[in-house]
């Protein structure tokens, strides 16, 4: 049992987890598939997962029913690029901090992680901060709400990793390494952006270096020769994987610059950029990263807060979108989760700047960031078979008067608009409890007068 | 060094050796309330000293010739208190290793004029690393605090070296002794593991870093260990490992000790040590109440840190702190009776806490939320010597045992009760004199600690 807030809304959607091994069907809905069109009609989940989108489907009995006449069904929103639901997000000591995760520090009680849920997010992306030019590893989450850590993780997501140019990574006079007492202390590399480039290959170099160290051993020992294996390098590994394709890159970036420079040494190392972050110059070289093959993933009209974010314009998205690059919409939220929550109206400003379709809206918050994390086998669309995250909400989810009214993950509901509005009154009665009983202890622990009487 | 590891050597026939001239050898306390822990209550019962362990113990015993006896009518006899995680016995300000690596690192700070050490050059370097320093070779009979310790019952601690990351080894000690070394019961009861603090700016700066840095270590460790091996198998093919001491110090941990304040923390840390392949002691456990199930699931001991969490008095009024903080300041004092209800092994800790006394007022308000007594006082002795491998020991009166006693005028825990004298190693010890109040004495009470002025109000 968790004891925050909606602590105690977790345990009366326990209840209704009950039926997620058994059959769920959602009827008479406004189905936005995303993938496969628009419809009226219904879903029918098992197991958690879809086993029937249509029209006109099969309902068992015995079925929980919810009628969702005049609602709208979305498939869960994944937002690419988050930073919620962590005790750390940034190892900003050394300029290469592969060797770290948030994955291990990950606040199973953060509340953001409800927050997201009340705003339709179902799948988020929890990225290592931008102070590095090679961050740390990432964590893919989804929203269950009450979960212990490793039961919020995407199991089935492949690894990823953050990288970050320009400004963040740059700033020089961070201090690093261990102040010894008396000793100078280290101001850290690099204070450029030629520096950011430098930190990549070097890093890149030596990951060449261990992997072949690594080729060597194993070639002396199925030789049957004693050899010493290499010591294990947790800052090398992650970046052999990179190396290998085994792990993805997420590179926080926004000028034109910069993006060519990580495209050309990612090409000089043989990988591979899974997206591009913020690339809020993303329009200057959108035929550059459709043919490189990389994903963008960016703010809908949200500039200028820093230097190199002014050269932003809201129709980024749809023109990358249009030049063929694969575009997804995110929050970067860490506390709060503020845009979080309105994911679903960022992706609507896409029709009006851009004029883009519903559908392609919608995918920038749905299929698209699913493609991006390569977990568009299970989530990103209604499909039969995809794993049953979906959102239900009163009006058109495009629109900024829906509200969501239900949320499942895995075929599990997390959130319900009504329950939570239901709960609140009894949360604030117990808490109003809490306060009046510290009251009491304290004036009945409070020391008497120490003078003599 | 070569001194203090004679006195380890001198400390395994510690027990058996004679004590000094001035402190009587046999003791006998007679007609008291012996509460054995172990065992049934005598409600009038004696307990026989000789040399440093107790001799005997019942309701029927025949004093022997020769014996110091202490009248115990009205007297209680509990055996010594133990501080289940603590710095008792290292004085404040002990010289530490500074914290400046594992490899080649001078623990001495250079004289003047002489250049600065080497920066650190990142993970490697290990800075924060002092799993060579052990707690053993840090405790002194001079520590101040030890006198308020010992007014409070306590007769033992598991103390720890503190700075840096990893702070080094802990040691299970008597809270007295004719010298430092033969304070020490059990010298190496497993590493300490911090995971934040430790007062540097360089890697790891974050939490998630300090996962990843333990990790490491004990990958190097491992690695370190196998280059031995394989070096002692083959020393014309294998390069010759160079000696660490950082290394040498994990690898000699029997467990390691982390801490993890509520049920995400201790999920961390149980994941983390099934990596390092390590026994893990978990310590604090503020949110105690919420840990008890997966702590009793995994077997896994804990160490409370009893210094129940109040409303900051410094704190805007105004501010209304979430339901969250405010369950917990309400729920932690609970956690004793629910780890108990759970069946989980558990002792506590001063940590955090000036004053010794403090400790058992701390469980007081435990016992009137609904723990047993019984429970409170396994947790102060036989729990805290069974967790940190002592059991067969200390932790309760019977015979055999190390002659560690704590003797009040009543029940432990009733807040009138004062303790009348500690035995340690079989050697009585008074409670320090009670400083007056402040306000007519005007001078700031010397010894550290010293609880009298709440004394005085009853």
């Given at each position: 049992m968790r004891i925050l807030t909606i602590g105690a809304l977790s345990a009366t959607l326990c209840l209704t987890a009950g039926f997620a091994q058994d059959v769920t069907v959602i009827q008479n809905a406004t189905i936005h598939t995303v993938t496969k069109g628009t419809m009226k009609g219904s879903i029918v989940i098992r197991d958690g997962k879809i086993a029937e989108?249509?029209?006109?489907?099969?309902?068992?009995?015995?079925?929980?029913?919810?009628?969702?006449?005049?609602?709208?069904v979305i498939p869960g929103i994944i937002d690419c690029h988050t930073h919620?639901?962590?005790?750390?997000?940034?190892?900003?000591?050394?300029?290469?901090?592969?060797?770290?995760?948030?994955?291990?520090?990950?606040?199973?009680?953060?509340?953001?992680?409800?927050?997201?849920?009340?705003?339709?997010?179902?799948?988020?992306?929890?990225?290592?901060?931008?102070?590095?030019?090679?961050?740390?590893?990432?964590?893919?989450?989804?929203?269950?709400?009450?979960?212990?850590?490793?039961?919020?993780?995407?199991q089935e997501a492949m690894p990823s990793i953050k990288f970050a140019l320009g400004e963040n990574p740059k700033r020089a006079g961070q201090a690093t390494g261990?102040?010894?007492?008396?000793?100078?202390?280290?101001?850290?590399?690099?204070?450029?952006?030629?520096?950011?480039?430098?930190?990549?290959?070097?890093?890149?170099?030596?990951?060449?270096?261990?992997?072949?160290?690594?080729?060597?051993?194993?070639?002396?020992?199925?030789?049957?020769?004693?050899?010493?294996?290499?010591?294990?390098?947790?800052?090398?590994?992650?970046?052999?994987?990179?190396?290998?394709?085994?792990?993805?890159?997420?590179?926080?970036?926004?000028?034109?610059?910069?993006?060519?420079?990580?495209?050309?040494?990612?090409?000089?190392?043989?990988?591979?950029?899974?997206t591009l972050q913020h690339v809020l110059e993303g329009y200057k070289l959108a035929k550059e990263i459709a043919a490189a093959g990389v994903g963008a993933s960016t703010f809908s009209d949200w500039w200028s807060y820093k230097v190199e974010a002014y050269d932003a314009i809201p129709y980024n998205a749809a023109i990358m979108h249009k030049k063929g690059v694969l575009v997804s919409l995110n929050s970067d939220d860490a506390g709060g989760a503020e845009l979080m929550r309105r994911l679903n109206t960022e992706a609507g400003k896409m029709a009006k700047y851009g004029g883009l379709t519903e559908d392609e809206a919608l995918a920038m918050i749905t299929i698209n960031p699913a493609k991006q994390l390569r977990i568009d086998q299970y989530v990103g669309s209604i499909e039969t078979g995809k794993q049953a995250d979906l959102v239900i909400y009163d009006k058109d989810p495009l629109s900024i008067y829906s509200k969501v009214e239900k949320v499942f993950i895995d075929g599990t509901q997390y959130f319900d608009r009504e329950k939570d509005l239901e709960e609140r009154?009894?949360?604030?009665?117990?808490?109003?409890?809490?306060l009046e009983k510290e009251k009491e202890t304290e004036k009945r622990n409070a020391p008497q007068s120490r003078r003599p009487s | 060094m070569l001194l203090k590891s004679l006195s380890l050597f001198l400390l395994a026939g510690a027990a058996f050796l004679p004590l000094q001239a001035e402190p009587p050898s046999l003791i006998a306390i007679q007609d008291a309330r012996i509460i054995t822990v172990s065992g049934a209550v005598l409600e009038k019962g004696t307990v026989v000293l000789r040399d440093g362990i107790i001799a005997d113990v019942g309701a029927a015993i025949i004093i022997p010739k020769g014996a110091w006896v202490v009248d115990g009518k009205g007297l209680t006899v509990y055996p010594g208190l133990i501080d289940g995680?603590?710095?008792?016995?290292?004085?404040?300000?002990?010289?530490?290793?500074?914290?400046?690596?594992?490899?080649?690192?001078?623990?001495?700070?250079?004289?003047?004029?002489?250049?600065?050490?080497?920066?650190?050059?990142?993970?490697?370097?290990?800075?924060?690393?002092?799993?060579?320093?052990?707690?053993?070779?840090?405790?002194?009979?001079?520590?101040?605090?030890?006198?308020?310790?010992?007014?409070?019952?306590?007769?033992?601690?598991?103390?720890?070296?503190?700075?840096?990351?990893?702070?080094?080894?802990?040691a299970l000690v008597n809270l007295a002794g004719e010298n430092a070394g033969r304070m020490v019961v059990e010298p190496g009861i497993g590493l300490l593991l911090s995971m934040g603090g430790g007062g540097y700016t360089g890697y790891p700066s974050s939490l998630m870093g300090m996962f990843s840095y333990y990790r490491q270590l004990w990958i190097d460790a491992e690695h370190y260990k196998l280059n031995k091996e394989m070096y002692a198998q083959s020393p014309a093919t294998i390069e010759r490992p160079g000696y660490d001491r950082a290394l040498e110090g994990v690898l000699a941990a029997k467990k390691v000790f982390l801490p993890a304040a509520g049920p995400m923390q201790l999920e961390r840390a149980l994941k983390l040590a099934a990596e390092l392949k390590a026994t893990p002691v978990i310590y604090g456990a503020v949110e105690g109440y919420r840990m008890a199930a997966v702590l009793k699931k995994t077997a896994t001991p804990v160490i409370l840190n009893v210094k129940w969490p109040v409303k900051d008095r410094e704190a805007d009024p105004e501010?209304?702190?979430?339901?969250?903080?405010?369950?917990?300041?309400?729920?932690?004092?609970?956690?004793?009776?629910?780890?108990?209800?759970?069946?989980?092994?558990?002792?506590?800790?001063?940590?955090?806490?000036?004053?010794?006394?403090?400790?058992?007022?701390?469980?007081?308000?435990?016992?009137?939320?609904?723990?047993?007594?019984?429970?409170?006082?396994?947790?102060?002795?036989?729990?805290?010597?069974?967790?940190?491998?002592?059991?067969?020991?200390?932790?309760?009166?019977?015979?055999?045992?190390?002659?560690?006693?704590?003797?009040?005028?009543?029940?432990?825990?009733?807040?009138?009760?004062?303790?009348?004298?500690?035995?340690?190693?079989?050697?009585?010890?008074?409670?320090?004199?009670?400083?007056?109040?402040?306000?007519?004495?005007?001078?700031?009470?010397?010894?550290?600690?010293?609880?009298?002025?709440e004394e005085v109000e009853h």
């Open positions: 989108v249509g029209e006109k489907v099969m309902t068992p009995s015995g079925a929980r029913v919810i009628d969702a006449a005049g609602k709208h919620i639901a962590v005790d750390a997000i940034n190892e900003g000591s050394v300029s290469v901090s592969s060797m770290v995760g948030v994955g291990d520090v990950v606040n199973s009680e953060g509340k953001d992680i409800y927050r997201a849920l009340a705003g339709g997010v179902t799948t988020a992306n929890v990225l290592h901060g931008s102070a590095n030019a090679i961050g740390g590893k990432n964590v893919l989450l989804k929203m269950r709400w009450g979960k212990d850590a490793d039961a919020l993780v995407f261990f102040q010894a007492p008396g000793a100078q202390q280290n101001l850290r590399y690099p204070g450029t952006r030629m520096g950011v480039e430098d930190v990549i290959r070097e890093a890149f170099l030596h990951a060449q270096e261990y992997q072949k160290e690594w080729k060597a051993y194993e070639a002396k020992k199925s030789k049957g020769e004693a050899a010493l294996p290499p010591r294990r390098d947790l800052q090398m590994e992650p970046l052999v994987e990179v190396l290998e394709g085994k792990r993805l890159v997420h590179a926080h970036c926004y000028r034109a610059d910069e993006i060519l420079m990580l495209l050309r040494v990612a090409d000089e190392f043989h990988f591979k950029i899974a009154p009894r949360q604030d009665a117990r808490k109003k409890g809490l | 995680f603590s710095t008792w016995g290292i004085p404040d300000g002990a010289p530490v290793a500074a914290p400046t690596g594992g490899r080649a690192a001078v623990a001495v700070p250079a004289p003047a004029g002489t250049p600065a050490p080497a920066r650190s050059q990142g993970p490697a370097d290990r800075p924060g690393t002092n799993s060579w320093v052990t707690a053993a070779d840090l405790v002194k009979t001079s520590d101040r605090r030890l006198d308020a310790a010992r007014g409070a019952g306590f007769t033992s601690a598991a103390t720890f070296p503190r700075p840096g990351l990893v702070g080094g080894h802990g501010r209304i702190d979430s339901i969250r903080t405010l369950e917990l300041r309400d729920k932690a004092p609970e956690s004793p009776a629910a780890l108990v209800a759970a069946g989980v092994k558990f002792a506590v800790s001063s940590d955090g806490i000036d004053n010794p006394k403090d400790v058992i007022k701390a469980l007081k308000r435990s016992i009137d939320l609904g723990l047993k007594k019984e429970d409170a006082l396994r947790a102060l002795t036989l729990s805290a010597a069974e967790i940190h491998g002592v059991g067969a020991r200390l932790g309760s009166i019977d015979k055999g045992k190390i002659a560690n006693l704590v003797v009040t005028n009543g029940d432990l825990f009733d807040d009138k009760t004062k303790v009348q004298m500690v035995f340690i190693d079989g050697v009585k010890y008074l409670p320090p004199p009670e400083t007056p109040p402040a306000p007519r004495g005007g001078a700031a009470p010397s010894a550290p600690g010293n609880e009298t002025q």
